[in-house]
């Protein structure tokens, strides 16, 4: 196993999902955490030291343990990690003048033969990589034993490695997006560490099952399960773990998609045996939103609602210490902030942070590590039906915020069949996975419209449909003539009360995907 030393990067995340990608099975232990003898005890078959928003040249620096360097073991340093490395090891550090501070893509050009780190590196035409780089000291002197293999403007010793002792060092972070062939740098590095790549979703499961039974122990757990991919595999999780000594609470403000409520709940209690409660509350939620017109009033009502019904049903479930979240890694380190800065809010997102606090619960978060797709495949590993993991994201207040303006029970039953149909219609046509997100929603507004022979007046509808790959920013899909005029008249025909079907094509900015 490979342990990852995180001396604070926001993207260390980042470099077990690479690895992990390459089935091998990596660690992230916080640098204070990592002593000789925890080094001695994890006995890893190679490390990678992160990058890190610390200077190595203050007092105090973070540091791994002396003892790393006299395993044996190949070693990784990346950003802060190499500066790190060079400084250990006799090298010397700089700190950043704005000549040398590098940020945002650069172009790394080979000045040696490539070593096994390498080995594929450099091939295009061009002789030079893209990389990121983010970093305002660079190394100013390699350590002894180290040669350079590659360099940009602004570092010029962008890759270095001691190939005798197997340390290698580079200046860019090879994890991120933006250095497009980094995925090829991991793999030779875990070739050369003699990683066979044979660790699989399945070894993930029955360790995320061992570290919830080592934080929950006998205590009682409760989750609230939404239906969506990230609750449900934390349920099945869970309850594979802790069994019945967890409780989910399905929440029903009544604002549901045709059928979805059962649906949920026929799932989870046929195919899991969960304990399951499904909190039928449409009364209290419709109930509360009548009149209520402004999407933000909407929004602060649904999630106050839920954050109270939640704890209603919570109570009842004796002696429960703990809450169970499907957190996963994005939503982690949004609410980390990159930038610091406050941003401006487009929407008060619906979901039930605030809850531990106020009901003083610990957080059992067994996604925190994990990426979407990566919860996709653990879904996949837990038996979840393919139909449930594929599912198109759904927002926390539902139907509300696709019926713009008062909501009404005729607009949402209205609503409800109109979008069964355009789903239906997308499935029967192959493009399901392709669309990120497609929905209907029902215009405030009624239009006239001629049917047989008669006059009509009634809703009309906006049907939605984005490709994105993470929802903030989306395309609206193009689907043909052939696909819309089929699927505005199966709806007119289909679902009364409505007259009339748009499409919107507006992207994401300006537009955002939901209407409200
Ligand atoms: P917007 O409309 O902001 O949506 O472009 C981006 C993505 O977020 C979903 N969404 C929500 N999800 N609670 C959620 O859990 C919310 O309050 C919420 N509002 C929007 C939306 O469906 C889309 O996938």
């Known amino acids: 196993r490979l342990l990852i030393i995180d001396f604070g990067s926001q993207v260390t995340q980042l470099i077990a999902r690479r690895l992990r990608e390459l089935n091998v099975y990596c660690e992230i232990h916080p640098y204070q955490k990592v002593t000789e003898e925890s080094l001695k005890e994890f006995d890893p078959r190679a490390i990678i030291f992160s990058g890190g928003p610390d200077s190595v040249m203050r007092e105090g620096s973070p540091r791994p343990p002396k003892a790393a360097y006299e395993l044996g073991v190949p070693i990784l340093g990346i950003c802060y990690g190499q500066q790190v490395m060079m400084h250990d090891l006799g090298g010397r550090v700089e700190a950043g003048e704005h000549a040398t501070a590098e940020f945002g893509r650069a172009y790394v050009t080979p000045t040696k033969d490539h070593t096994d780190l390498l080995n594929g590196w450099f091939m295009d035409a061009t002789g030079k990589e893209q990389v990121w780089m983010s970093h305002g000291d660079h190394v100013a002197e390699i350590a002894p034993g180290f040669e350079v293999y590659g360099t940009s403007p602004g570092a010029p010793f962008a890759i270095t490695a001691d190939t005798e002792r197997r340390f290698y060092a580079v200046q860019f972070h090879p994890e991120v997006h933006h250095t497009p062939n980094g995925a090829t740098l991991y793999e030779n590095f875990i070739k050369l560490a003699g990683f066979s790549g044979d660790w699989t979703m399945g070894a993930y499961r029955e360790e995320m099952i061992a570290k919830i039974r080592e934080q929950v122990g006998d205590k009682k757990v409760i989750c609230a399960l939404s239906g969506g991919v990230d609750s449900s595999v934390t349920g099945i999780l869970l309850h594979e773990a802790i069994g019945d000594q967890l409780t989910c609470v399905f929440v029903d403000h009544g604002l549901l998609r045709l059928g979805e409520a059962e649906q949920v709940v ?4 046929e195919n899991y045996n969960l304990n399951l409660i499904h909190a039928d509350e449409s ?11 402004d999407p933000e009033v909407k929004r602060k009502t649904i999630g106050k609602l839920f954050i109270d019904v939640f704890q209603k049903y919570a109570d009842q479930i004796e002696g429960a210490e703990f809450l169970a979240q499907g957190t996963l890694y994005p939503d982690v380190i949004e609410s980390v902030s990159f930038s610091g800065g406050p941003s401006v809010t487009i929407k008060s997102h619906h979901n039930v942070g605030g809850l531990p606090e106020k009901m003083g619960l610990k957080l059992v978060e067994p996604l925190r590590e994990l990426f979407k797709d990566e919860v996709r495949a653990l879904g996949h590993e837990l038996g979840l039906p393919a139909s449930f993991i594929g599912r198109h994201p759904f927002p926390g207040p539902g139907l509300a915020i696709r019926c713009p303006g008062e909501i009404t029970r005729e607009k949402l039953d209205i609503l409800r069949k109109a979008d069964a149909v355009y789903i239906d219609q997308i499935r029967k046509h192959g493009l399901y996975d392709e669309i990120w997100q497609a929905f209907a929603a029902i215009l405030p507004m ?22 994105s790959v993470d929802g903030m920013t989306a395309d609206y899909y193009p689907f ?9 008249t199966r709806i007119i025909n289909e679902v009364k009360g409505v007259n009339r079907v748009f499409y919107d094509c507006t992207s994401k900015p300006p537009g955002t995907i939901e209407l409200e």
């Open 266 to 269: 026929n799932m989870f209690r």
């Open 446 to 467: 009624r239009t006239v419209g001629v049917m047989g022979d008669g006059r009509t007046y009634d809703y009309a509808l906006a049907l939605r449909a984005v490709t």
């Open 283 to 293: 009364d209290l939620f419709l109930g509360a939103l009548e009149g209520v017109s």
């Open 480 to 488: 043909t003539h052939e696909f819309l005029s089929e699927t505005s």
